[in-house]
């Protein structure tokens, strides 16, 4: 985007990053649409919103017919950014995660990020111009125990947007995959875990690394000392990288999630070290 002021539309506008990031865009100028499920909730949780001339639009990413919804959408407002933030966490053993779950998860972190984003291309092409920003997680790179459902939705999603952002940068699209690490949100609170386990794991992942993830992740009433993400500075770190010239796709978000990407660096180069005699034996003579 130019330094012009533009249209916003951010999905899961309601609470969290979300709310942060809507409220620095209207901050900073630009026109915002809001995307809740729920407008009577949202006025109410977020009342700034209307108050500062954002526009509420009640719409599920998550169900099928989204992309529908915001084809219509896109028709009727010239969007500049597209924000795909609405997402939830599921977090379980791989075994005790049953096929619906994962689905579910793959529905509102994978699906409907992707409808949005197939919805708003046909009017960024023909503009000739437009940002879409993915906000993903750490999950997104590296997936810990526990976590597999979560890390699988957001790895899919990112490879899109990896090969999306080489597919439109000549049409002067831009992609950004912002990936924070733990930030102070309601997130937590809505934390799913299996639901055929009372507590969140079964008999076999008792004591182990599930049981600590489960455990330290699901129903937290009051936000952990480790959760150092201020949603606040994210929101101004993603609405001043519309303005840069953003060399880069990917931007971790937070120190933790920045020595998690480190690991993660440091892992894939162990393990292609390793492999590297075996992977090179086996081109044709
Ligand atoms: N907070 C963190 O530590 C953290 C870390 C890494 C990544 N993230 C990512 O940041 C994004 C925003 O999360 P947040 O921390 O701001 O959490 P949040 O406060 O719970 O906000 C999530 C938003 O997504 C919408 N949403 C939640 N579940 C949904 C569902 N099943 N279907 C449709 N919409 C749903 C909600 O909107 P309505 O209820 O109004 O529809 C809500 O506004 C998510 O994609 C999350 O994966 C967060």
């Given amino acids: ?9 951010i999905t899961g506008a ?38 500062k001339g954002g526009i509420w639009l009640e719409l599920d990413p998550s169900n099928k017919d989204a992309y529908d919804h915001f ?6 407002y010239s969007v500049d950014v597209l924000v795909n933030n609405a997402g939830y966490a599921f977090i379980g053993a791989v075994e005790d995660t049953s096929e619906e779950e994962l689905r579910d998860q793959m529905e509102i972190n994978f699906y409907g990020p992707l409808r949005t984003v197939r919805a708003c291309l046909p009017f960024m092409r023909a503009k000739g111009s437009g940002h879409i920003i993915l906000i993903s997680s750490g999950a997104g790179f ?27 940068t000549n049409f002067g699209i831009k992609v950004l995959i912002v990936e924070p690490g733990a930030f102070r949100t309601p997130f937590s609170s809505r ?20 049981e600590n993830m489960v455990t330290g992740s699901r129903g937290l009433k009051t936000i952990p000392d480790y959760f150092r993400g201020d949603p606040d500075k994210a929101a101004r770190e993603i609405v001043k990288a519309t303005t840069s010239e953003q060399k880069y796709l990917r931007m971790p978000l937070g120190s933790d999630c920045v020595a998690a990407l480190e690991l993660k660096l440091g ?14 034996a086996t081109d044709i003579d």
Wanted: hydrophobic share 40%; aromatic share 8%; net charge neutral.
């Fill in 142 to 168: 590296i997936a810990r125990p526990g976590r597999g459902a979560y890390s699988a939705s957001k790895f899919a999603i990112e490879a899109i947007h990896e090969s999306l952002a080489q597919e439109v």
């Fill in 267 to 280: 892992i894939l180069q162990a393990d292609l070290e390793a492999t590297r005699p075996m992977a090179t």
């Fill in 14 to 51: 309601s609470s969290g990053l979300g709310k942060s990031i809507s409220l620095e865009a209207l901050r900073s100028g630009h026109k915002v649409i809001g995307t809740t499920r729920d407008i009577p909730n949202a006025e109410a949780t977020h009342a700034e919103f209307s108050a």
């Fill in 71 to 76: 084809s219509k959408c896109f028709q009727k």
């Fill in 1 to 9: 985007m130019s330094n012009d002021k533009g249209t916003w539309l």
């Fill in 191 to 210: 934390i799913i875990t299996p639901k055929q386990f009372e507590a969140g794991f079964s008999e076999g992942y008792k004591g182990t690394l599930v």
